[in-house]
């Protein structure tokens, strides 16, 4: 009686398996059901294999920098991985939209009765979307006009802040770009928010430094010690791969009560000339300490620090 029991259930969970799997329902899980399942399966492979092509891409143009003798990247290098990263985003979108045409068409959903509803649902994601696909065109005029690329230093100036953004770019993409300020935080601009970009590392930058010396000093003798600086700094050991050209001595900027600012200046690699600006305010500073120029200090009378052949005929013709 048992035996009979056991045999009888097991055949009907079999009998049950078998009309499952030759139902309705089996019959779509064993076609479209598989199909769709295979759709997504490749697509998440692909997704996968491009975002680590981007990632091969990007690691391959970093280790050439760092093995390379260059201090900074080339425009191309910045260019080529700003592409990349576009590139992948685009690449997988595209990817996306295939795989969602694709599962329509093995469920066999018609097209034209979806015109009506993504008409109205395109008209209301497009008032939605607005900002982004303002993000989105301007990300794609950063990249081909080449503004900016990965490592620049750059100050961005957004709508509705009153102040810049200054850092070093880690990422664009048609979206967003990614900055890192010296204190380590990262800002996430939206593309669309920008109205000027201030790129400090295309091609040269400049290091500007203004030298204030004392009105009683012989501007002379100061003149030669920073054309003797500005001689023999192509020779120091951390300025000679900074600087591009000699530094120049551009004069007089500006006078003061107590002090004579003058003004020198250097090309420089791109992004570099603020260190090259501390090492030539060093060698100036030791430069004119040696010749014995000190930078004036205190507000007393100025007529107390002229010179004694000075005083002496101002005091004559005084008197006469």
Do not use: C
């Not at 395109?122 to 990300?139: E, S």
């Not at 003798?221 to 003797?228: A, F, G, I, P, Y």
């Amino acid at each position: 009686m048992t035996d009979t029991t056991v045999s009888v259930l097991a055949f009907d969970w079999a009998q049950k398996w078998h009309n499952f799997w030759h139902g309705t329902v089996g019959q779509w899980i064993l076609t479209s059901g598989l199909q769709i399942l295979l759709l997504l399966l490749g697509a998440a492979l692909a997704a996968r294999f491009i975002g680590w092509g981007s990632r091969k891409v990007t690691r391959r143009l970093e280790q050439g920098f760092q093995a390379g003798d260059a201090l900074v990247r080339s425009e191309a290098s910045k260019h080529r991985q700003a592409v990349a990263s576009v590139i992948s985003w685009v690449a997988i979108v595209m990817l996306s939209v295939i795989v969602a045409v694709q599962i329509t068409n093995v469920l066999d959903i018609p097209i034209g009765s979806l015109v009506a509803p993504a008409a109205v649902l395109g008209a209301a994601i497009g008032f939605g979307a607005q900002k982004v696909v303002q993000d989105l065109l301007a990300g794609f005029f950063i990249i081909t006009e080449r503004q900016y690329g990965f490592g620049d230093l750059v100050e961005l100036n957004m709508i509705g802040a009153p102040d810049g953004s200054v850092g070093t770019v880690e990422e664009v993409t048609l979206r967003v770009t990614k900055l890192r300020t010296s204190d380590g935080e990262v800002f996430t601009v939206p593309n669309g928010n920008i109205v000027r970009s201030l790129n400090m590392s295309k091609d040269w930058a400049r290091a500007v430094v203004d030298i204030p010396i004392p009105v009683t000093a012989d501007l002379n003798r100061v003149n030669e010690v920073l054309q003797e600086v500005g001689n023999s700094s192509m020779e120091d050991r951390l300025l000679k791969d900074l600087l591009l050209d000699q530094p120049s001595l551009m004069g007089v900027e500006s006078i003061g009560i107590d002090n004579v600012n003058l003004r020198m200046v250097a090309r420089t690699l791109p992004g570099k000339q603020y260190e090259a600006g501390r090492r030539l305010r060093a060698l100036v500073v030791r430069a004119l300490g040696q010749a014995g120029v000190v930078t004036a200090s205190g507000n007393g009378p100025m007529v107390d620090t002229l010179p004694s052949t000075a005083s002496e005929g101002k005091r004559g013709a005084g008197g006469d």
